[in-house]
């Protein structure tokens, strides 16, 4: 068997190399070149894409286009009634890749499972340090380190996760690209030659693609595995060509030069959907763009004030100048097509004159703010400069004067998590995991400091929250989701501004491309007709 | 002329440690953190941010983090990229071909564009052509490369179909790098069309980051000529009877060279610059896209050793172009 896999290797390089002619051969317009290729360290959504999406899989998967997980390594897996113990069967005869650097000698096994989350946990394993300065910050930020007990070999095809307290999102975080798996024979191959930096630059995974080549911030090459145990993919060659700029890859695209490509500028939008070569898939976003109020601070920490706020923007104007229409008011916290999103709640209306009153009833006058707005654009929030000067323009409509001020991204996020922070925030988060608690936890009271810029404490929203994430029964979790909205929205500890659609163009050749709610891009199931 | 060289030698070594000073400065002084940029939008505890401080090295005096900076380099050693973990000076080998590439060709078009026509613009003076030739090179010097990069795209790439939009090479053509030239490597493969396909990726990004220094030499050619052609000995040679030709390309133009070879030298300079925005809209996998990423990332790493070594480049161009200069004109030697 080795020696079979080791040939169709040799040949499948040797095809990729001579630029088989008649090869299918699918090419992605990427927007920004991978760090490495171990799905673990990084962080960006570009190296996700270009490692753990195409060369990797995990115990279980995002169903394609979906939020819900499905089978994926493990084939099954069962719960303990207190909900601390995951045991995972994993699926038989899957195989990693056999390439010109790494010869497997052996299935996937529990030790790969193993290996792939303590060397992210353990600080005693050798492969914890492996990269220089690396946090694992997925792992860590998803909460791994407190909530992981021990990982346990039950046998060669069966592991078991012991928690410490239930988590009900504990199985949509393993379909995370963080917890792909890794193989552990290979890390053992390349301790021996004292080479573990080329874990990252060759990749070896069980995923649907294996890596062929990556010149480097340019293009990366795959090629599909025959050994993927979900089938050999339809296209024979995959390749990214990284194309930083939006309006190049749009050009790039309508020159034929690349089959598909990621976050198109908005402006561009009509011009590729007009393009007869061409077709744009769109899907709401699993998103939300904000501005948090800083509840702490007077005259913020009112509710009246607050929603006088809220009523005083015109949402709509916004989504049609800035979002170009590409986007919904949102009202919410989670976006619309998430599980447990409810929808009786109405949204503060838009209503200039009754903001007056409300502030002038909260003895509110001649009041000065500052509204914060981010250099960067995001799918949630394409412009916040803009959308911070159009607030700025309705506040001024309802007596508030308000200052726009911005900082570089790093120093924006920090200065914003300031508990003495003056003035609204404008920032946006999209879903990881499709679950509501991945959304809800932002304005969680231990997430002040971190991810709360609300600097909002809420017993009554808290308790909901963590009633929430000690439920397992999905419909009683609804409700308690549903139930937190209505706090969320009577509190009002932010404006929610929009929920934002993303599209996806593509050559009309493309069939089989599926978009992801997660924002993932996955080629999997991808065909190209010639 | 060995003492002249010496002497210019010397200069460089304080100038070294001006700007490595300088790049470790500066990129210091931006606003971010290297450590938010790494962690992403999901941030970072307060525990783990002190770790990562520790481990690399940021929470020390900013004296002892310089010195053990210039330590490292003396020794070879750049350091690992922050944001890649991947030694800097081994993504510098990688990319660097790419970027000498394209300003070489960039550069020759400038020259070879550039001079004729300062000069015939010097012989004109005043006609139709020296007005439209200075009216172009104010244009071109004062055009803005992203704008101009992405219009030449729409119209050369998008419009006509002439050229291709971005990138080295077209994606069919898949050889592992021998030297890094793509013009090269091209041929070396002895894939039918590679060559082809090399050079027509190298138009548009070559023709914008020539753009400016077209512009810069031909005024410089111009002015020079002027001053020359003015000079007595010119207007003895024409007394002479020497034929115009003979007059322009021996006696003014050699004359001429001297600034223009000094402007020659400092467009190396430009171009590295230029190099930034032109390998950004065009996805050239050389060093100025490379170090914008690298400032997008707050990665001091690659910012402050990646600016040393281009540094370094532009300093030993400079000191070619210095013997160049003596060479042309021997009194510099004696002075």
């Given amino acids: 068997m080795k020696k079979k896999l080791t040939f169709a290797a040799a040949l499948l390089a040797a095809s990729v190399i001579g630029g088989m002619a008649n090869a299918k051969q699918l090419v992605y317009c990427s927007e920004a070149a991978p760090a490495g290729f171990d799905p673990s360290p990084w962080s960006g959504g570009n190296d996700f894409d270009a490692s753990s999406r195409t060369i990797y899989s995990r115990l279980v998967e995002f169903e394609h286009g979906k939020t819900t997980i499905s089978p994926g390594l493990a084939e099954s897996w069962t719960v303990s009634d207190d909900g601390l113990e995951y045991t995972f069967k994993l699926r038989p005869g899957v195989k990693f890749q056999t390439t010109d650097y790494f010869t497997p000698t052996r299935d996937l096994n529990a030790d790969d499972v193993i290996f792939s989350f303590e060397r992210q946990w353990k600080k005693e394993n050798p492969w914890y340090s492996y990269l220089e300065g690396t946090g694992w910050e997925y792992f860590t930020g998803m909460g791994f380190p407190d909530l992981l007990k021990e990982i346990v070999k039950v046998d060669d095809l069966t592991v078991k996760f012991v928690l410490n307290k239930p988590e009900v999102a504990f199985l949509p975080d393993l379909g995370m690209d963080f917890a792909s798996i890794v193989s552990k024979e290979y890390a053992d191959q390349l301790d021996k030659a004292g080479t573990r930096q080329q874990f990252t630059q060759k990749p070896i995974g069980t995923g649907p693609f294996q890596f062929v080549d990556y010149q480097v911030d340019a293009v990366v090459r795959y090629a599909a595995w025959d050994g993927y145990y979900g089938g050999r993919q339809k296209i024979d060659d995959l390749i990214f060509a990284i194309t930083t700029d939006p309006a190049v890859r749009a050009q790039k695209l309508k020159a034929g030069e690349c089959d598909i490509m990621s976050y198109p500028a908005p402006a561009d939008i009509a011009g590729l959907q007009a393009d007869t070569n061409l077709k744009v898939d769109e899907q709401e976003g699993l998103n939300i763009g904000y501005l948090a109020y800083n509840t702490t601070m007077p005259p913020f920490d009112k509710v009246e004030v607050r929603k006088a706020l809220n009523m005083a923007v015109n949402k709509k104007a916004i989504i049609d100048a800035v979002y170009q229409g590409a986007g919904q008011p949102a009202t919410n916290p989670i976006p619309p097509t998430m599980w447990s999103y409810n929808k009786d709640i109405k949204d503060d209306p838009y209503d200039p004159e009754a903001a007056k009153k409300t502030l002038a009833d909260a003895g509110v006058k001649d009041l000065s703010m500052k509204i914060w707005a981010m250099p960067v654009s995001r799918p949630y929030n394409p412009n916040a400069q803009r959308v911070a000067e159009m607030i700025q323009a309705d506040y001024a409509a309802v007596g508030v004067k308000a200052e726009i001020v911005s900082y570089e991204w790093t120093e924006y996020r920090e200065r914003g998590k300031q508990k003495d922070r003056d003035g609204a925030f404008q920032l946006g988060w999209t879903g990881d995991n499709g679950d509501p608690d991945n959304f809800l936890f932002l304005l969680g009271c231990d997430a002040i400091g971190q991810s709360n810029y609300a600097i909002w404490c809420n017993k009554e929203f808290e308790d909901l929250l963590k009633k929430g994430k000690a439920t397992t029964d999905v419909a009683e979790r609804t409700k308690i989701y549903e139930e937190a909205q209505v706090v969320f929205k009577r509190e009002a500890p932010w404006l929610t501004i929009a929920h934002s659609k993303v599209f996806m163009p593509m050559n009309k050749r493309v069939s089989g491309f599926v978009m992801d709610p997660l924002g993932i891009h996955r080629f999997d199931g991808v065909d190209v007709t010639e | ?335």
């Fill in chain 2, 1 to 335: 002329m060995l003492r002249y060289l010496l002497h210019k030698l010397a200069l460089i070594v304080p100038t070294v440690f001006g700007i490595s000073l300088a790049a470790f400065a500066f990129v210091r002084l931006l606003p971010g953190d290297p450590i938010l940029a790494l962690a992403g939008e999901r941030g970072v505890s307060p525990e783990r941010y002190a770790q990562l401080l520790e481990q690399f090295g940021y929470n020390r005096p900013y004296v002892i983090q310089y010195l053990e900076y210039i330590g490292r380099v003396l020794t070879g050693d750049f350091g690992i990229s922050i944001a890649t973990k991947r030694p800097v000076l081994g993504e510098f080998q990688a990319l660097f071909p790419a970027t000498l590439e394209l300003a070489t060709i960039a550069l020759i078009i400038a020259v070879l564009l550039g001079i004729p026509a300062g000069i015939f613009a010097a012989i004109k003076r005043g006609s139709w052509f020296d007005q439209a030739t200075m009216g172009v090179a104010l244009t071109g010097y004062s055009m803005p490369i992203f704008w101009w990069g992405l219009l030449l795209i729409i119209f050369f790439s998008g419009y006509l179909g002439w050229t291709p939009v971005s990138g080295r090479i077209g994606l069919q053509y898949f050889f592992k790098p021998t030297t890094g030239f793509m013009l090269i490597d091209s041929l070396i493969s002895g894939k039918s069309g590679a060559f082809r396909s090399a050079a027509s990726h190298l138009v548009l990004p070559a023709i914008v980051l020539a753009t400016i220094p077209l512009a810069v030499i031909a005024r410089q050619t111009r002015s020079a000529m002027l001053e020359v052609l003015g000079e007595d000995y010119v207007r003895t040679a024409r007394a002479k009877g020497l034929a115009p030709r003979r007059v322009i390309g021996l006696h003014a133009f050699r004359n001429a060279l001297i600034p223009v070879v000094t402007t020659i030298g400092l467009q190396v300079g430009t171009l590295m610059a230029g190099a930034i925005l032109t390998e950004t809209i065009f996805s050239w996998p050389g060093i100025g896209k490379w170090m914008i990423d690298a400032i997008g990332k707050r990665d001091y790493v690659v910012v402050q050793s990646g600016l040393l070594i281009i540094a370094l480049i532009v300093m030993a161009v400079n000191l070619i172009v210095d013997v160049l200069y003596a060479v042309i004109n021997p009194r510099i030697r004696v002075q």
